[in-house]
């Protein structure tokens, strides 16, 4: 396959495809004489998995680890769970402080009269 077919495969788009593979995360492409990349079946299989795992959120080089547990069939199992607890304990961090922010501005925006007057406790709030 080509670069634009791996691409349509998989579901990621080119350029990220040349950047997967400058930074490890899939192999290099074996070139052909005109000197065009051509990926493999395999490829476009690492490259399925890697969407996936981003659409999970999981950061790049966690995701580099994930091909490596992926593809070491004598992997253990609480390696990948250790990693995917690790991202949900994240995620779940980050959720806490969404919500924080989202209860934040929803009270300084419930405190704004939102008319001509200059006073606003939004830029009050943002001040402090």
């Excluded at 079946?41 to 690492?46: F, T």
């Excluded at 580099?64 to 992997?75: A, D, G, I």
Aim: glycine content about 6%; charged content about 25%; proline content about 3%.
């Amino acid at each position: 396959m080509n670069i634009g077919e791996v691409a349509k495969v998989s579901g990621i788009n080119s350029k990220m495809v040349r950047h997967y593979e400058s930074i490890g995360l899939i192999p290099k492409a074996f070139r052909a004489e005109s000197g065009y990349r051509v990926y493999s079946e395999s490829d476009a299989h690492i490259l399925k998995f890697v969407k996936k795992a981003r659409n999970l959120g999981f950061p790049l080089q966690d995701i580099k680890k994930l091909v490596s547990l992926w593809r070491n069939k004598s992997r253990a199992s609480s390696q990948v769970k250790a990693l995917a607890m690790h991202h949900l304990k994240d995620m779940e961090t980050k959720i806490q402080e969404l919500q924080a922010m989202v209860s934040t501005l929803k009270h300084l925006t419930k405190n704004c009269h939102g008319d001509n007057r200059p006073d606003c406790p939004i830029l009050t709030g943002l001040e402090d």
